[in-house]
């Protein structure tokens, strides 16, 4: 199975630096990659950071194919300017796409303990809860970010899954999920060689190593 993430579509509607201007990709590329997704039993997608964007041009382009995807939001970010409000959060949700937890202020959650973690994992998770009215079962890290304390942590509060930007493909089993970041400097052609490509078993190990190395750092 391969995942991809997506993050802002659509023109850029604040001050962002570089690194996260090109997570933001424009409706047509959206489109693309959707119809080519939309036939496909093997491709997942989720989005990141809660920008208003999710509800003006990647749900509409969802729901004219039928497709479902999990939003991960961050909790403090909530009715601010630029961001999601209670209402198109709720109106994602009724679209029947799936709610996830994506910190409450958008820290990297590697180096991260004590209230600063519980912070990002569990208070943002409560209070995402308090407003879909529906528990949240599902994390991503933000800026791909994770240790083996801030993922033991996790396992306590019993997320079902850990979404990080480790590129690669993913069994539905993983706990830890790797993900596919969509950027605007790719074309549909390296979208379609992401979903496709069939790492060699040399590759896997090489990759199952980093994330191992990662998890236990
Ligand atoms: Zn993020």
């Known amino acids: 199975m391969v995942i991809l ?24 590329f959206l489109e693309e990659i959707l119809d080519y997704v939309a036939p496909r039993k093997d491709i997942k997608l989720t989005v990141d950071d809660g920008n208003e964007s999710d509800v003006t041009f990647l749900l509409p382009a969802l729901k004219e194919r039928n497709l479902k995807c999990t939003f991960f939001l961050c909790s403090d970010r909530t009715d601010k300017p630029t961001f999601l409000d209670k209402d198109q959060i709720l109106e994602i949700r009724s679209a029947g796409m799936s709610i996830g937890n994506h910190g409450k202020y958008h820290k990297s959650w590697k ?38 304390f801030s993922l033991k942590q996790l396992k306590k509060l019993e997320y079902d899954k850990v979404y990080t ?53």
């Open 111 to 148: 180096g991260l303990t004590g209230e600063s973690l519980l912070e990002e994992i569990l208070e943002s998770k409560e209070s995402l809860e308090l407003l879909i009215a529906d528990s949240i079962t599902a994390a991503a890290c933000p800026f791909g970010g994770y240790d083996r």
């Open 165 to 217: 930007s480790d590129a690669g493909r993913c069994s539905p089993s993983d706990w830890l999920t790797r993900r596919n970041t969509i950027r605007r400097s790719m074309s549909i052609g390296d979208v379609k060689s992401i979903i496709n490509r069939k790492p060699s078993v040399i590759q896997e190990v090489k990759m199952r190593t980093k994330t191992l190395i990662k998890r236990l750092r």
């Open 5 to 28: 993430n997506f993050h802002g579509i659509g023109p850029i509607t604040r001050d962002i630096d570089a690194g996260e201007k090109d997570c933001w990709i424009n409706l047509r």
